[in-house]
């Protein structure tokens, strides 16, 4: 199931820039998804747990953790950024080139992507975003899957992702894209 789209029109981020903030929405391929309600108490704990590890884990070194919302816009080369037409919020992710930072957001490809996939968007981010993430160059992403304790991770090679990776959620997970970053799942699902 995807996500249902503000309209059949083809957008821009300049288009995306100008409307209400009271709902959002993320911007693929020029097609504009309006995000679910807020998120459950699961999905939050989980990716907040996430982006406490991986901040742990990066202090004192160049790469950066963030967490939604946060627009990330993923040009398909050097258009102008009023021309990208796909501006996404992972629910977790890492940067390590912080010149892709700018105070709109962020330019460029994450080095790491953790989506938390919930009954409502797990369609979505399994096909319309796991697309623009490997088109965009994301060099590791996670689809973690709460509710079945399982997380499939994609490794970019050679420009795509190889074969999908599944995990139990259990014990340590180390990111290969980010040296000394590891997720410790016990920890993640203490409840």
């Known amino acids: 199931m995807s996500l249902p789209k503000r309209d059949a029109a083809y957008h821009t ?4 820039l100008t409307w209400p903030e009271d709902a959002r929405y993320e911007l693929i391929d020029g097609a504009a998804y309006l995000m679910s309600p807020a998120p459950g108490r699961l999905h939050q704990e989980v ?18 953790a963030y967490i939604a919302p946060f627009d990330v816009r993923l040009p398909r080369s050097d258009e102008a950024d009023e021309s990208v037409d796909t501006v996404v919020q992972p629910d977790v992710f890492v940067v390590c080139d912080r010149s892709k930072l700018d105070e709109r957001g962020m330019r460029g490809a994450p080095d790491w992507v953790v989506e938390v996939l ?7 981010d399994q096909t319309v ?11 590791e992403l996670w689809l973690v899957h709460p509710t079945d304790h399982v997380v499939t991770v994609y490794v970019l090679e050679n420009r795509v992702f190889g074969r999908a990776a599944i995990h139990e959620m259990k014990g340590m997970l180390a990111v290969k894209a980010l040296p000394g970053v590891s ?5 993640v699902l203490l409840r």
């Open 13 to 16: 981020y300049a288009d995306y």
């Open 47 to 64: 990716a907040g747990e996430i982006y406490h590890q991986a901040c742990t884990a990066l202090e004192g070194k160049p790469c950066r």
């Open 118 to 124: 919930s009954p409502a968007t797990a369609g979505h």
């Open 129 to 139: 975003k796991l697309a623009a993430y490997e088109r965009a160059g994301v060099r």
């Open 183 to 187: 997720v410790d799942w016990d920890r």
